[in-house]
């Protein structure tokens, strides 16, 4: 489903040609999921589910190492870019929009526990905005990825995270230096 997803897209996605490509009848794929729209919910599910959206490694940063380096794999996948495709190109109205909208709102909600942790061990400041902080984040690795299909070019994710993380970091206190970065986390 998720290759037919992208060689097509989601507009000209068909049943015939999803069950074609799965060497099943198409009325067994109507069985399990009786509207294109149930379909690609199952197929966005799937990917999302794979996604860990809780990692606890101690430190913030190695919890969104964790993260993202498991969202950047699968972006790097041919199969799965047509699911993050939809993300960017979700609208409001659009059946697809509005599921892909309710889905990634389900998501960030579980992510931000990483935020909530990491506020009550210091790491980041007590006035910082997770959702902010999650989407710029977010953002920044889908974008980085999905505009350079995976070149060797593209940012270090532990930049990226680093870069993003500064600004929201507790001011050192005077003699004291800021915590080492996570290298267990590589």
């Not at 974008?143 to 270090?156: F, V």
């Not at 680093?162 to 230096?177: C, T």
């Amino acid at each position: 489903m998720l290759s037919e997803l992208d060689r097509v897209g989601h507009e000209k996605l068909a049943f015939e040609q999803v069950a074609a490509r799965a060497g099943v009848n198409k009325v067994t794929l109507y069985r399990h999921w009786p509207t294109k729209l149930e379909l690609i919910r199952a197929a966005v599910l799937r990917v999302a589910d794979e996604t860990p959206s809780r990692p606890d490694t101690g430190t913030l940063r190695g919890d969104l190492l964790e993260q993202f380096r498991v969202l950047r794999a699968q972006a790097r996948e041919p199969s799965r870019r047509a699911v993050f495709r939809l993300l960017f190109n979700a609208r409001p109205g659009d059946p697809i929009g509005e599921l892909i909208h309710e889905l990634r709102r389900e998501r960030d909600a579980r992510a931000m526990l990483l935020y909530e942790r990491a506020i009550e061990r210091g790491e980041l400041r007590p006035d910082t905005d997770p959702r902010l902080l999650h989407g710029l984040l977010f953002g920044s690795v889908l974008s980085l990825e999905m505009l350079r299909w995976g070149d060797e070019e593209s940012a270090p994710l532990e930049a990226v995270i680093d870069l993003v993380l500064s600004g929201a970091q507790p001011p050192a206190k005077a003699g004291q230096r800021r915590p080492a970065r996570d290298t267990h986390a590589r």
